[in-house]
């Protein structure tokens, strides 16, 4: 019978202990396995020579402010404190942009219902990208309300692209087939520093950017 109530307390003990053993799990194999990096923490080396970046310090995206297709002032500053994942495209681009915009609408989707994250898609076309034509392509792939597209003085939203985010663009001067961008999405936290880059094309890539952003609002 003591035998009994020994054995008893043992599996009591155990179920108890259940529970902490999953937490510390948790904490200890999550922190190991899932931390995303935070790029460019030393400065950027081998980018755009006319970028100037300063030397050994933490990268942040920098001061903009650009008109969104709902006509507001949406840039750097609405930035602060919220996941932002950023393109750049334009609404005529015929190759690759229809693809990442269809792309973003899954990302769109993904968080829909979170306060924390928004997109900022920032055309590099702004002279045919205007406001009206931002907007009609907005609900072309049913944006919701955190899913921006933005345009802003020409000269300035290529060297932020550039500069700023750390993607190779060039003007093609109202040629759709001669303008050059990146077809990354870029995922910047809530502090403005790039966490990482994905490719807009490839269902895999936006599916770990799904993840990614998630693990980083786990965090928050």
């Not at 997109?119 to 009609?136: M, N, Q, R, W």
């Not at 502090?191 to 599916?207: H, K, L, N």
């Not at 950017?209 to 980083?216: G, R």
Request: glycine content about 6%; hydrophobic content about 40%; some cysteine.
């Amino acid at each position: 019978m003591k035998g009994l109530r020994i054995l008893q307390g043992l599996v009591l003990l155990c179920i108890l202990l259940i529970p902490v053993m999953i937490i510390v799990f948790l904490k200890t194999f999550g922190n190991n396995q899932f931390d995303i990096p935070v790029l460019y923490q030393y400065g950027v080396e081998d980018a755009f020579q006319e970028c100037n970046y300063p030397d050994s310090i933490q990268h942040v995206i920098p001061d903009f402010t650009f008109t969104s297709n709902k006509g507001l002032q949406v840039g750097r500053f609405e930035m602060e404190g919220k996941i932002t994942i950023v393109d750049f495209f334009f609404t005529s681009c015929p190759s690759i942009c229809p693809v990442m915009s269809s792309e973003m609408e899954r990302v769109d989707d993904a968080f829909k219902d979170n306060p924390n994250v928004q997109i900022y898609s920032i055309s590099i076309d702004p002279d045919f990208d205007t406001k009206e034509v931002l907007e009609s392509y907005a609900q072309k792939h049913m944006a919701s309300p955190k899913w921006h597209f933005l345009s802003g003085d020409k000269e300035e939203t290529y060297r932020l692209a550039r500069c700023g985010f750390v993607l190779p663009t060039f003007d093609g001067y109202g040629v759709p087939d001669d303008f050059v961008h990146s077809d990354k999405f870029v995922l910047v936290d809530e502090f403005g520093r790039i966490r990482g880059y994905y490719s807009g094309t490839t269902r895999e890539e936006v599916d770990r950017l799904i993840v990614e952003t998630k693990i980083l609002l786990h965090g928050k």
